[in-house]
């Protein structure tokens, strides 16, 4: 039986295909956010669609940040708890809850991620990361805002003071929130943030890629190359960041 793709997400796609042809810059996020592969009707990143020539997801369930070319100004991964907020498939079933799998624990207001163009061979051009939780549990929401910066380290894309969450930080992953940038002239560093200012909150699933051959390293534990594409989709991923040609 066929699913029907939300609409939103049929948007986002259309978007990134013309984006790709018109060489434009583009942000997104995608509410809800359950897992990496569109191979269920829930939300998922717009990312593995694209025909990108390399694609990088690290999801942090080797218990590493361990992507090449990638490397972040504070934090630390974060293993199985009651507290912890894995996007929700990474433990291998959807069922609302992300505590038996990893996240990324930002221990400050904010996180920067950074792209070595010498390790991967460029900067990558597509960029993406999913908030996940935060700890102090504001009523309201979160108020979140995700920079994109260059090479000469200016900010070139903003997606500023979007709420996320719902009270809750028991590993509910139904307020899950992907964001995302495209830059055809590449992204050295991307910032997210904040805005009320929380010490205590989580992030998971960085992806990031572009055109090209993507980083010529050897395939430890934690890394498997597997071809994009059915091929890919069908193909089984070991847990922690995954590299895609």
């Known amino acids: 039986m066929a699913t029907r793709l939300p609409l939103a997400l049929l948007l986002i796609g259309a978007l990134f ?17 359950r897992e990496f592969e569109d191979d269920t009707p829930f939300a998922h990143s717009p990312l593995p669609g694209l025909g990108l020539g ?52 930002v221990q400050g207001e904010n996180v920067d991620f950074f792209f070595d163009a010498d390790v991967l061979g460029a900067l990558p051009t597509h960029v993406a990361i999913a908030w996940t939780d935060v700890g102090n549990r504001p009523a309201n929401g979160e108020a979140v805002s995700v920079f994109a910066f260059n090479a000469s380290d200016a900010i070139v894309e903003s997606i500023v003071g979007i709420t996320v969450g719902e009270g809750l930080n028991t590993g509910q992953t139904g307020e899950d929130h992907l964001f995302g940038f495209e830059r055809p002239e590449g992204i050295a560093r991307i910032r997210i943030k904040s805005d009320t200012g929380s010490t205590d909150w989580e992030v998971d699933h960085l992806q990031f890629g572009g055109p090209g051959a993507g980083p010529a390293v050897p395939e430890p534990t934690s890394l498997a190359l597997v071809g994009l594409g059915a091929a890919a989709l069908a193909s089984r991923r070991r847990r922690g960041a995954a590299v895609r040609r």
Do not use: K
């Open 17 to 33: 295909a013309a984006s790709a042809a018109e060489a434009r810059a583009v942000s997104f996020n995608v509410d809800s956010y």
């Open 54 to 105: 390399y694609l990088i997801l690290e999801d942090f369930e080797d218990g590493l940040l361990n992507a090449p070319g990638v490397t972040a100004s504070r934090g630390s991964v974060v293993g199985p708890g009651i507290f912890t907020d894995s996007i929700d498939a990474d433990d291998g079933s959807v069922d609302g809850l992300g505590q038996a799998g990893h996240s990324y624990s």
